[in-house]
């Protein structure tokens, strides 16, 4: 076996009713909740023009420059899935393109995030097919591997399992560990009804934020308060 060439089946996936309970709720919300220790690093960026993403991680770690293993991983994802590839964030070649994008939404492929670049952005930002990556070079990829499908990788820190929950908006990338995906649902969407209880009380005239404000300074000793 050569090092670095390794395809795993995955063992376990976030269920398609799980993931639509998600689609509701801002990934700020569900970053909170989660001690806004977990995010995929603010050079992941939603290329596409407009739509939340939302699927099981199918995981891809490739040599940077290298997108082999994404052709393989195109040929064994399906329908919810979202192809997350570890290109160890470099932009010097774009590892997918409008053909192979095409290819992931016409499978069923809910997303497609990319720690590195991408090409073809014309077509990427007049589409709703969610696309993050790290940037955009005309350069196209090599196709020699190595490359391991379905491993845990890690996006800025962010430790995603296969078959993890990846949630992004227009504020990033969260992936919820599977184990954990129904207590988080609950607190974030619980934060997210508080939100907008609050907007609703700002925008009547019923919250005054300086009470909790000046508050919040006398117990820090500000002087001046």
Not at 112 to 141: E, M
Request: charged share 20%; proline share 5%; hydrophobic share 45%.
């Amino acid at each position: 076996m050569t090092l670095g060439f390794r395809i795993l089946e995955r063992r376990r996936r976030v269920s398609a009713a799980m993931v639509e309970k998600y689609l509701d709720l801002p990934v700020a919300n569900v970053s909170d909740v989660m001690s806004r220790m977990t995010a995929g690093g603010a050079a992941l960026r939603p290329l596409h023009a407009s739509g939340v993403l939302a699927g099981a991680a199918f995981t891809v770690k490739t040599r940077p420059g290298d997108n082999l293993m994404i052709h393989k991983a195109l040929l064994m994802a399906g329908p919810g899935d979202v192809i997350v590839v570890d290109a160890g964030g470099d932009l010097t070649n774009a590892l997918v393109g409008e053909l192979m994008l095409s290819h992931a939404r016409a499978i069923g492929v809910t997303g497609v995030v990319i720690n590195g670049a991408v090409r073809d952005y014309g077509w990427i930002k007049t589409n709703t097919f969610p696309v993050f990556a790290a940037g955009i070079t005309h350069r196209g990829p090599y196709k020699d591997g190595p490359g391991e499908i379905n491993v845990p990788i890690s996006l800025g820190g962010m430790i995603i399992e296969p078959g993890d929950l990846m949630l992004g908006d227009d504020d990033g990338l969260v992936c919820v560990p599977f184990d954990q995906v129904e207590e988080i649902y609950a607190q974030a969407k619980a934060k997210n009804e508080a939100e907008a209880k609050t907007l609703a009380n700002t925008l009547a005239g019923k919250l005054d934020p300086k009470l909790w404000v000046d508050e919040s300074l006398k117990k820090l000793g500000c002087e001046g308060v």
